[in-house]
């Protein structure tokens, strides 16, 4: 994707959306540097980063980022430092996919073969420690704290991934194990970006904590609703088979809701006996159930209230409506 089309593309992104528009100039400037960074030397490098990142995805940390800079009251001043501050964290987040599929033998990535299938482990693996390279590159000229604020939230990516892995097909799973994992692989780094885009706006001590602990209850209500998209699909809407996540045995939200009520899910899951044919439909039927899908619901939509009620504590702005709308459209997306 050309830096024109990039411009194009997010400017359409404004346009269209009730939350991107009072964000257009740096939203280009975002996507125009992102891609450039995706370039490399090794042109397998950067055929790979150009691969996965211009294959979608919505950007979503980098919308959530400068609209909480703009909404904590950041100037124009500091605007070039939160545009690479959103760019650092989605090349940190875009590392973690590669990785991930790595991890979890996924061929599929936003509708397309992932990065994984079409080029390997080995490759996929050093254009994954790159992007974490340019993103470090980029933010190591910020203040020692910032730094130290992505480089934690990296730490808890790679403890949540670990700890993920070891809870798989464990039918004793609980919601505190499940809370756990979901806290350091994705809260972790939205509750990073929002306390970075505070701080480089100026806000006080007070509202950097409230904007950290409000970036962690998006990120765990981001989770909640993606674990529920993952059994009810379908999957033209989420880029990769249905039950991708129930198949590795990961447990999920609706899996760990169905084990606390379900003595039948704790055997079929315990045994790891739901991968395949009749017992994985069956499954998924089971986790399908409306009152836990209800329940899963509730849950996310918990954490979204008290997101919005840190968030009615910034001044009123067009900015932090946009923040608001950005939060609930993508906590209720296609449920």
């Not at 404004?14 to 257009?24: K, M, N």
């Not at 100039?25 to 995706?38: D, I, P, S, V």
Request: net charge negative.
């Amino acid at each position: 994707m050309s830096e024109s089309r990039a411009a194009v593309r997010w400017g359409a992104v404004a346009e269209s959306s009730s939350f991107g528009a009072p964000i257009r100039t740096e939203l280009c400037a975002a996507e125009e540097k992102l891609l450039r960074l995706l370039d490399s030397n090794e042109a397998l490098i950067g055929e790979i980063c150009h691969y996965l990142v211009d294959g979608g995805g919505k950007r979503l940390r980098p919308l959530f980022i400068l609209l909480t800079y703009r909404a904590c009251g950041g100037n124009d001043a500091k605007v070039e430092d939160a545009i690479d501050a959103a760019i650092a964290l989605e090349l940190i987040h875009s590392a973690t996919l590669l990785h991930d599929d790595i991890i979890d033998g996924g061929m599929l990535r936003r509708g397309k073969p992932s990065a994984y299938a079409r080029y390997g482990p080995a490759a996929s693996l050093v254009a994954g420690d790159y992007l974490f390279c340019r993103a470090f590159e980029l933010c190591g000229r910020f203040e020692e704290r910032l730094v130290h604020t992505a480089a934690r939230a990296c730490i808890q990516l790679t403890e949540g991934e670990v700890m993920e892995g070891r809870m798989r097909n464990r039918a004793t799973a609980n919601l505190d194990d499940y809370i756990a994992i979901i806290t350091r692989k994705t809260a972790s780094l939205f509750a990073a970006g929002s306390k970075v885009a505070a701080d480089l706006a100026g806000a006080g001590a007070e509202t950097i904590g409230e904007m950290e602990r409000l970036g962690h209850a998006v990120g765990l209500a981001f989770q909640m609703v993606d674990d529920l998209l993952d059994i009810l699909g379908p999957e033209e809407k989420i880029g990769k088979p249905v039950g991708s996540d129930l198949r590795l045995g990961i447990m999920s939200l609706p899996v760990v809701l169905g084990l606390r009520s379900n003595p039948e899910l704790q055997t079929l899951i315990g045994n790891g006996n739901c991968l395949e044919g009749q017992m994985f439909d069956r499954v998924l039927r089971l986790l399908r159930e409306p009152q836990l899908i209800a329940d899963g619901r509730a849950m996310a939509a918990q954490h979204v209230a008290a997101a919005r009620e840190l968030l009615m504590r910034l001044p009123p702005s067009v900015y932090r409506d946009s923040l608001a709308t950005l939060i609930d459209e993508q906590i209720n997306r296609d449920l």
